[in-house]
């Protein structure tokens, strides 16, 4: 079991005062929280802090824990000293259950963990429905699929203690699911107690990213490189859609960005999204005499000036 | 053969716009009712229907029901301050996935 440096965590002084461990801890919870934060490591982090909270605010628990001493550095190997605890009652109701650490367990326990209100009141209770985000890929939801995904979730064996159990689980990707969805797998939740119905499992839906779409919605976006022959004068192009490729008419004169739609082939929803694709103008490189001569050409005849809204003189 | 095949294939019901009930949504959420009508109240979110009885929640209420509890517990947000927090975050979300559609990322 490793030695965890609560104050080295919350960036404080062992003499920091509670207002300053409050403080502090406002401040890193915003930082980390994972619903606000970006960072990596959000969720390991904001779990660490909220450990690290939990023994320096209450005066007892961080009494007990500044008895160990200050020579201990973080992760280095801890076996509590015996007795270490003597004279010390610890009150229960710690946030949010499930995830403290070993060395955490091991000097104050985990008997103030409480199963999440309900059911505590008894007979025949439902369970408690689960969540889990899972990512697919786009071409499930145009064909439907059949995902394997593995879950982990904390539960109370027996006893009591909280235990992570890993599971896989085989489901149905229902064809012209979006993200940000959900499905509902009835039973597939936390047990009941008392003999009451387990609660269900519901999944988000979240795509992966994809290496040609981009996702708004139902709509697909389709970035397409074209020549600037074809961007002038028009073209009919072949483009992927995921749904197979179709022929694409590119009006004449069309301009870099120009989005051009094809109605109802982005997901296949009850509204079925519509499909965008983005011209992207790609300049032929002046790498030979011949291309050179070609710009060189354009230059002599096309009166062209990007530049004219600018207002500056050009020579 | 694929050792996934041997699993059953569970096949789950797709949340619809607008089909939760509040009771559906409570118990998804574990929170209590009263919770529940304060966030409507705060028009954090909002159900189709007028009466409590007839209220209809979105598969998009799940996740903010329960990011607002987080902010709550975790942060001490009050409720105007849930509100503010999930609706820049709800920008945030857009602007990221604009940017990504103009291929910037």
Redesign the interface.
């Known amino acids: 079991m490793q030695y965890k440096d609560y104050y080295k965590i919350m960036g404080l002084s062992r003499t920091a005062t509670q207002d300053e461990v409050k403080r502090a801890y ?1 401040k890193l ?2 930082k980390y ?4 934060s970006k960072e990596k490591d959000a969720e390991a982090k ?1 779990k660490e802090l ?1 450990e690290a909270y939990e023994v320096l605010h209450d005066p007892q628990k961080r009494a007990a824990y500044d008895k160990l001493g200050s020579n201990w550095k973080a992760g280095e190997d801890f076996r509590p000293p015996p007795n270490w605890d003597e004279g010390f009652e610890f009150k229960g109701g710690f ?2 259950g499930g995830g403290f650490s070993d060395f955490f367990e091991q000097l104050f326990g985990r008997t103030g963990f409480h199963p ?3 059911e505590q009141h008894g007979f025949h209770v ?1 369970g ?2 689960s ?1 889990a985000k899972i990512y697919i890929d786009l071409e499930d939801s145009i064909h439907g699929a ?1 995902r ?1 995904i593995s879950l982990s979730s904390p539960q109370m064996d027996a006893q009591g203690y909280m235990q992570v159990k890993h599971r ?5 990707i ?1 064809k012209g ?1 979006k993200p ?7 039973g ?1 939740g936390d047990p009941g107690s008392g003999g009451g119905k387990a ?6 839906i979240a795509f992966n990213s994809h290496p040609l779409y ?3 919605d139902t709509d697909i ?1 389709l ?1 397409l490189p074209v020549t600037p022959w074809e961007a002038a004068l028009g073209a009919k192009i072949k483009v992927p859609t995921p749904e197979g490729s179709v022929d694409l008419k590119i009006p004449p004169n069309s301009r870099q960005g120009t989005k051009l739609r094809l109605k109802g082939r982005g997901l296949p929803a ?1 509204t079925p999204g519509d499909f965008f694709v983005v011209l992207q103008i790609a300049l032929p490189p002046a790498d030979t005499e011949r291309a050179k001569a070609v710009y060189q050409k354009m230059q002599q005849e096309l009166d062209f000036n990007p530049r004219l809204s600018l207002g500056v003189k050009q020579r | 053969m694929n050792p ?1 095949d041997l ?10 716009d607008d089909s939760l009930t509040l009771e559906q949504l409570c ?4 929170v ?1 009712t009263d919770w529940v009508i304060s966030l409507v109240e705060e028009s954090i979110i909002e159900p189709q229907g007028g009466e409590i009885q007839v209220w209809r929640f979105s ?2 209420s ?2 903010r029901v ?2 607002a509890l ?2 709550h ?4 947000v009050n409720l105007a301050g849930i509100a503010l ?1 999930l609706d820049l ?1 709800e920008e945030l979300e857009n602007l990221r ?2 940017l ?2 103009m ?1 910037r990322n």
């Open positions: 406002r919870a915003r929280h994972p619903d606000v904001f909220g946030a949010d999440s209100g309900q439902r408690q429905d969540h059949t394997s896989s689980l085989s489901i149905k229902p699911i940000g969805q959900h499905i509902r797998l009835a597939q609660g269900d499992l519901l999944l988000e981009r996702f708004s976006y970035d009850k | 996934h699993l059953p294939v569970h096949t789950g019901t797709v949340i619809e118990n998804a959420c574990g209590h598969g998009g799940l996740v329960r990011s987080r902010l517990r975790d942060l001490g927090a975050m996935t604009q990504k559609i291929g």
